[in-house]
């Protein structure tokens, strides 16, 4: 199983249209995908933490951006928005995709983009203007990889209908995210 998941992986980043079905088919319940989504996150935040110590504070929210723990708390919450938002809008839009679909479309695109940025911060730490330009570069791809996987887990046949549920998506999680903020009274510090 570890030789085939290396073998998605590349693929994902190789030809991640090819690979989305693949990866979506693979023999995991959700149960499994939420602990490998949890580990993420977590694994996210260790590695955040790490390099936020050689950086001074950044951020207008310190208490997040600053902070390990927060930083987890906040990813995680985003994450999950992601997939239960995928999930809804790409049902209301036509798709045929589930909970399932969406949580191993977050999940594995999140591992996937820990491995490469992690990567990049180390290779940041020698050579910070090309890592900053190859870590640009991927951002972008990300986009691209979000959208192949989107629209195998939704059987949309249309990009253009994947672009917008990653838009909806991203702007609703956005928006929640925001709005969790708020309620539990955390507020920008310093010039917005």
């Known amino acids: 199983m570890i030789d085939v998941i290396k073998k998605l992986l590349i693929e994902s980043l190789r ?8 990866v979506l088919a693979l023999p995991l319940n959700m149960q499994v ?5 949890g580990l993420v996150i977590v694994s996210n935040a260790v590695i955040y933490g790490l390099f936020l110590s050689f950086q001074s504070p950044l ?3 310190p208490q997040i951006t600053n902070n390990p723990v927060g930083y987890a708390l906040a990813t995680g919450g985003m ?3 992601l997939v239960l938002l995928f999930d809804w809008i790409g049902r209301m839009m036509g798709g045929r995709g589930d909970l399932r ?11 996937l983009q820990l491995i490469v940025l992690t990567a990049l911060s180390f290779l940041g730490l020698v050579l910070g203007g090309v890592a900053s330009l190859v870590s640009l570069a991927f951002s972008i791809y990300f986009f691209w990889m979000l959208m192949c996987f989107l629209n195998a887990a939704h059987q949309f046949n249309s990009l253009g209908r994947s672009f917008t549920l990653m838009l909806l998506g ?10 969790l903020l ?4 955390f507020s920008p510090v310093g010039p917005v």
Do not use: D, E, M, Y
């Not at 030809?15 to 693949?22: E, G, S």
């Not at 679909?101 to 594995?108: A, D, E, M």
């Not at 708020?182 to 009274?185: E, N, S, Y």
């Open 15 to 22: 030809n991640p249209r090819a690979a989305a079905p693949k």
């Open 79 to 81: 994450f999950a928005a």
């Open 33 to 37: 995908w939420g602990l490998v989504l």
């Open 182 to 185: 708020v309620l539990t009274g």
């Open 59 to 61: 951020g207008i929210l």
């Open 170 to 179: 991203h702007f609703g999680a956005a928006f929640a995210l925001s709005f």
């Open 101 to 111: 679909t969406s949580l191993v479309v977050v999940t594995w695109l999140q591992a």
